[in-house]
């Protein structure tokens, strides 16, 4: 669906044209960097987990020496990399426009700015979608007189430029090649959009990701992506809730949130309910908008408390609720092992990798 903030890449070797042999992807987030190692023989990709930092420097997302030390020693397992920003420093964004897209991108970056209110400080990438009347109608005409008239939408990411040359000047400095640079809420929205697009039996569904300091809403009609809120609300906010309500330490939270033995509705509702509000809205606007309601809310918690969270969300949600399960999405992927019982905290950055390697005839990858 989406594709980064780097553009026109082109592999450094021609071997690499179908997929680089050894790859890594990283998630980098305010209090961890995961790495993943993905692997190509032939047609056969496998994947490794190469680092798993915890961070101590909240302010610093390029992760500060820890990280630039760990992406040197790993530039001897490969020379490419991806990077996935986590947590909420960029702006993801559907934006539903008048009229016919403009024929220069430009002039749409120009339209998108002034709709954002961001300036050039930022950098910006757009997807643009055909209209949801018009994407219904068989007949061509009738379709394009529709789009005329009621629009279109936009996709947009976007982030600070400084940020995004902070952490290419890690990478370079490292020694490996940045081939991609994406906010997670992009990375999540083509995951799911690889699971609508293959066969997914719901007419209309949303994909709920929650990562440590933030959380995104994606909701999908077929595979056309009709609505996004972001939040600010994640899965630090129960650790910490249930830390000051059991008066216990960070270590004993985590692990009662992560067990899913106790119902903690009542302990994080300080924090939850606000965001638990948020969402519903978010649902009934779908159907007043579109005339469909979705069919089932996915979710996906990239740290953890996956069953303290659908309880929460079961309680809450007048909807099916079930885990977002990633099998379909990256079924490339060679899952022996515990992999599968892991997926989930690494979903993202192989996803974005298994993106790359789809994209590999392309040079804007």
Known sequence: MFKQLIRNFRWHRDVDKMGPRRFLIAELGRDNCKIVLLERSGKKISWNIAENLKLEGKNDITGGERMSEALRQLKHDAQYISVVFGGGGFLVRLLNLPGTPPAEERKLISQVRQTLGIDDSFALQTHIQSSMAAAQEKDLKTASAKTNQQGYSVVVAAGKNELIEDIQGVVREAGL???????????????????????????????????????????????????????????????????????????????????????????IASVANNWLHQIGISLDFLERRFGYRVDCLYFLSTEGGQKAIETMLCKTINDTVAPWNQFKALKALDMEGEKQNILSTYALPLGEGMRIYKNTGNHDV
Do not use: W
């Open 177 to 267: 090649v940045p081939v991609s640079m994406l906010p997670s809420g992009i990375a999540g929205a083509n995951l799911a959009a690889d699971e609508m697009r293959d066969g997914a039996e719901n007419s209309a569904a949303g994909f709920f990701l929650i990562e440590s300091h933030s959380s995104i809403l994606l909701l999908f009609h077929h595979t056309e992506l009709v609505l996004t809120r972001q939040f600010k609300t994640g899965y630090r906010a129960f650790v910490d809730a249930v830390m000051s309500n059991l008066g216990l330490d960070e270590e004993t939270a985590t692990d009662i949130l992560n067990s899913g033995s106790f119902d903690l509705s009542d302990n």
